[in-house]
């Protein structure tokens, strides 16, 4: 089981560990998702969702649509998440960065310490796994390390399993105490990640949606819908993908048509993107690990 996530598992790590370095203030987040992708591809790696880059109160799901203008400014909460995949075996990984210099110190201070509660949330969640633990037990020694640094945990958002070519397989690792008694078992694929804001750590949808899952074929009255939905199962099955994607194929108004058509169909689902319900900014880290009698393997470190 290791041994099938491990080159995934080094992939992201890299990917993610070089997007650090990447981002920067003024950056376009197109710029940020491209290279990230990009990469990814160029390790020898498939995108196993599209690279989430979600900045302050945009808790998740924020990946840009094609000619997105959008820019990253001194200051920004810089959540950038990214999964890698090889032969469907999928690593799922993200880290927050404070991006710029000329901020103020107090500020700074702040989100640099709701980024260590984040991280240490993680810590935490990942010293509690192990066979036979809990659900409930990890979110609750999660919530307790980003509590105990003065932040609140995103209640309504979780980890999850993860299975070949399944992104979320059904188990939910809660950022909270849950009565959750379901037990881990040993070689469950886990992602943990932890959310931390200083906002009453709730999420809500917004309308704008720009990541999808292809959920079953329907008949389609548009043959711009009809082409897309036979693109979209033959190249990304039960992956999430991006509209973006799809330009290749499809002129912008088409697209936007056909998506729509989709989406009404219920033949694609739209991921919304997701805020902290307060507008506060938020941070998130992320790694995949394989559950293990007496521990667990990190394979995203």
Not at 116 to 145: D, F, N, T, Y
Not at 153 to 159: Q, R, V, W
Not at 160 to 185: F, M, V, Y
Not at 190 to 217: C, H, Q, S, W
Request: hydrophobic share 40%.
């Amino acid at each position: 089981m290791i041994d099938m996530y491990k080159k995934p598992g080094k992939i992201a790590s890299k990917v993610r560990k070089d997007a650090i370095n990447y981002v920067k203030e003024d950056m376009k987040i197109l710029d940020l998702v491209e290279f990230v992708e990009n990469e990814i591809v160029d390790l020898g790696g498939g995108i196993a969702f599209p690279c989430n880059v979600s900045v302050n109160e945009i808790t998740a799901h924020y990946t840009s649509p094609a000619g997105d203008e959008n820019i990253i400014k001194s200051g920004d909460v810089v959540k950038i998440d990214l999964g890698a995949h090889v032969d469907g075996y999928i690593a799922d990984t993200a880290v927050s960065v404070l991006v710029g210099d000329d901020i103020p110190e107090e500020l700074r201070e702040k989100h640099q310490n709701m980024i260590l509660a984040s991280q240490e949330g993680l810590e935490s969640g990942i010293s509690a796994i192990r066979a036979g633990v809990e659900i409930g037990k990890v979110g609750e020694v999660i919530g307790k390390a980003i509590n105990d640094r003065g932040f609140n945990p995103i209640s309504n958002l979780a980890g999850h399993s993860i299975d070949q070519w399944i992104l979320h397989a059904g188990l939910s690792i809660p950022n909270i105490k849950e009565n959750n008694p379901h037990k881990l078992e040993e070689g469950d694929v886990i992602a943990i990640e932890p959310f931390a804001t200083d906002g009453i750590g709730r999420v809500t949808d917004m309308n704008e949606a720009y990541i999808f899952k292809f959920l079953r074929d329907r008949p389609m009255r548009l043959v711009h819908a009809e082409r897309a939905l036979k693109v979209i199962k033959e190249k990304y099955g039960n992956l999430n993908f991006s509209g973006r994607w799809l330009t290749s194929h499809l002129s912008k108004h088409h697209l936007n048509a056909a998506m729509r058509m989709l989406v009404s169909s219920r033949a694609v689902y739209p991921f919304h993107v997701l805020r902290e319900k307060t507008n506060a900014v938020v941070a998130q880290t992320e790694h995949t690990v394989i559950v293990e009698s007496d521990g667990c393997t990190i394979i995203t470190e």
